[in-house]
T-cell receptor, first 112, second 117 residues
């Protein structure tokens, strides 16, 4: 079945890099996604990666995809206190009507 | 992407009552979804709202408890019926398939925070 797993917490110092990891089981997804949820807010699409790519860079964000190991990571360079939030990885398995399968979410805490 | 709004943003309700949540998009979209996020948890899909036909429900969710309407390509409602404290959650709509958008990518509304006493 489909399963997406993430570590629950990550704490970093301001200015350091953050790396949030995710593993998934269904290899049929065309895209994999990272969403950000700030306290009391909805989900913001942060970035996504097409399944035939290994890496995608977007300003301070770098997404790495290892299809062989079914491992996705999000690196945030020069992490700021405003990056403190919960980060969800998600996939959309084929033939599931577009349903998003989410990980549990990683709570990123950035200390000044 | 588009502007997605939900009403109400939050509500406190008594058990046994029902609440209807609205989701409005400022452009036409092919797909609309409703998710539930229980306290401290991840998101779970309730149903896909199909325009002009009945919604498609996920396992564990039924139409009598969560009736959904989708009268046109920019609007949907989710009703939480006969509420109990276990229904206290954030309810989020998401949309996909707007003109010029990234394929197969969902954008979320701000959510409706529901507390049932």
């Amino acid at each position: 079945g489909e399963d997406v797993e993430q570590s629950l917490f990550l704490s970093v110092r301001e200015g350091d890099s953050s790396v949030i990891n995710c593993t998934y089981t269904d290899s049929s997804s065309t895209y994999l996604y990272w969403y950000k949820q700030e306290p009391g807010a909805g989900l913001q699409l942060l970035t996504y990666i097409f399944s035939n790519m290994d890496m995608k860079q977007d300003q301070r964000l770098t997404v790495l995809l290892n299809k062989k190991d079914k491992h996705l990571s999000l690196r945030i360079a020069d992490t700021q206190t405003g990056d403190s939030a919960i980060y969800f990885c998600a996939e959309t398995p084929r033939n599931q009507g577009g349903k998003l399968i989410f990980g549990q979410g990683t709570e990123l805490s950035v200390k000044p | 992407s588009a502007v997605i709004s939900q009403k109400p943003s939050r509500d406190i309700c008594q058990r046994g009552t029902s609440l209807t949540i609205q989701c409005q998009v400022d452009s036409q979209v092919t797909m609309m979804f409703w998710y539930r996020q229980q306290p401290g948890q991840s998101l779970t899909l309730i149903a896909t709202a199909n325009q002009g036909s009945e919604a498609t429900y996920e396992s564990g969710f039924v139409i009598d408890k969560f009736p959904i309407s989708r009268p046109n390509l920019t609007f949907s409602t989710l009703t939480v019926s006969n509420m109990s404290p276990e229904d206290s959650s954030i309810y989020l709509c998401s949309v996909e398939g707007g003109k010029g958008w990234v394929t197969d990518t969902q954008y979320f509304g701000p959510g409706t925070r529901l507390t049932v006493l």
